[in-house]
């Protein structure tokens, strides 16, 4: 049977759960059958494809909470954060929902959990009625700049509620005694008012429980931190977020209801961050298939980041707004940034077309040959003299050497 070998590495990563590498396989199931000219059958992969991606948007509609689920004042902004009676500093920052939601974009996985903790808050009565109380507390955890905090904050707009958040580093004093009088402080503070809080940096407290010094005295602040989470609970909706979940005591994180692990985008996440983030340049959409292959193992805040510096250097460079342009402009982009990690970043920024030469002999990668033309500019002819050249084949070798 054809592509029998494809068919059963996609089955292995579903039922691994391996989304990423079940995505990938898809995706090279669709070109094989191109390939071996099954144009209808890619087709309806396409199409599965896309409206598979649609469907792990989250909808941005407002959720409607329940009313039992956060209790407590409404914060104004004339109400003031507590504050380090030592420092004079600040315990929290405020943010008040502004209804302008930017929609994270996720793996599918994690739009599932998002989308059913949104989901339990607005319907708190069903689940009243066989005997649970909807989810109350969220650990979120995963590599910087995968959007941990903008999800906190996306949660709380669609909450319609503040969102208080404290860098626990900000909580921790010189004087360990004030660091648990700061922590009672502000959870007092989060129980009165109706908010969701953020404890930011959550593993800031781990690293100093490992100062053999300090053991004593962390103990206690740690244990004040446990109860305070734990009456919290009758309050309201408390999220914590850390890049470094191995450090997190195993009491604490027990604490938390539901973990959410935001990891690395793959090629359809980071296809469609860079879309938002090129916004408003409108290319032809292949180019953002290109861009997200040449960025793989970039986080989110990366793609960002690199999408800005493309856009102020194409707009001061004369070149044109299109698939071209942008190319070329992020070859550019690469070569100023420091070595990348991966490959094919360091290819297009040493030589675009060797570059053109490795996506062109990809079997996973998802776009004809004409598709690569006339989103590069080179056109479909020079691209299959170029995949004919292998020109990548002596840039690799030479990497691997380093
Ligand atoms: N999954 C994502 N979807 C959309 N935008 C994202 C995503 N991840 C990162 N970004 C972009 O990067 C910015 C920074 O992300 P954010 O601050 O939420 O990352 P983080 O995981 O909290 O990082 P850190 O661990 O460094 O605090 C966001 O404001 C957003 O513009
Ligand atoms: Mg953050």
Redesign the pocket.
């Given at each position: 049977m054809d592509h029998f070998s494809v068919i059963q590495s996609i089955i292995r990563a579903g039922l691994s759960g391996d989304t990423k590498a079940f995505d990938k396989q898809v995706v090279r199931l669709r070109a094989r059958l191109e390939k071996a000219g099954d144009v209808k059958e890619a087709a309806t992969i396409e199409r599965l494809l896309k409206s598979s991606s649609e469907m792990k948007d989250i909808q941005p509609s407002r959720v409607e909470v329940s009313r039992a689920l956060v209790f407590g004042e409404a914060l104004t902004r004339e109400t003031n954060p507590p504050i380090d009676r030592e420092t004079g500093a600040s315990l929290c920052e405020i943010h008040f929902p502004e209804g302008e939601r930017i929609v994270?974009?996720?793996e599918s996985r994690v739009s599932e959990t998002i989308a059913g903790l949104l989901e339990e808050w607005s319907s708190e009565e069903a689940l009243r009625n066989v005997g649970v109380e909807p989810t109350r507390s969220l650990l979120i955890f995963?590599p910087?700049?995968?959007?941990?905090?903008?999800t906190a904050s996306y949660i709380a707009e669609q909450l319609g509620l503040p969102l208080v958040t404290a860098k626990i580093d900000g909580l921790i004093s010189s004087f360990l005694g004030t660091t648990a009088r700061n922590i009672a402080n502000l959870f007092d503070f989060a129980n009165r008012y109706s908010c969701v809080l953020l404890l930011d940096e959550f593993d800031a407290l781990a690293k100093v429980r490992d100062d053999p010094q300090e053991v004593g005295e962390i103990k206690r602040v740690v244990n004040s931190l446990l109860q305070n989470l734990d009456q919290r609970r009758a309050f309201g909706v408390t999220i914590a977020?850390t890049?470094h979940d191995r450090l997190l005591d195993p009491a604490v994180w027990r604490r938390f209801e539901t973990h959410v692990h935001i990891g690395e985008?793959g090629l359809l996440a980071r296809t469609k961050?860079i879309e938002r983030f090129l916004a408003p340049l409108k290319p032809e959409p292949p180019i953002f298939s290109i861009i997200a292959y040449c960025l793989d193992g970039h986080?989110?805040?990366d793609l960002?980041r690199i999408c800005i510096s493309m856009k102020r250097l194409l707009a001061l460079s004369g070149k044109s707004h299109d698939g071209p342009g942008l190319f070329h402009t992020l070859s550019a982009v690469l070569g100023r940034l420091p070595s990348q990690e991966n490959e094919p970043a360091r290819i297009l920024a040493s030589d675009p077309e060797a570059f053109i030469s490795l996506i062109a002999n990809d079997l996973d990668f998802p776009l004809k040959q004409s598709e690569i033309g006339q989103a590069t500019g080179y056109g479909q002819s020079r691209v299959s003299d170029i995949k004919k050249s292998k020109r990548h084949l002596p840039l690799m070798e030479a990497l691997h050497a380093q």
């Open positions: 994270p974009v996720y995963g910087p700049g995968s959007g941990k905090t903008l977020i890049n985008p961050m986080s989110g805040a960002e």
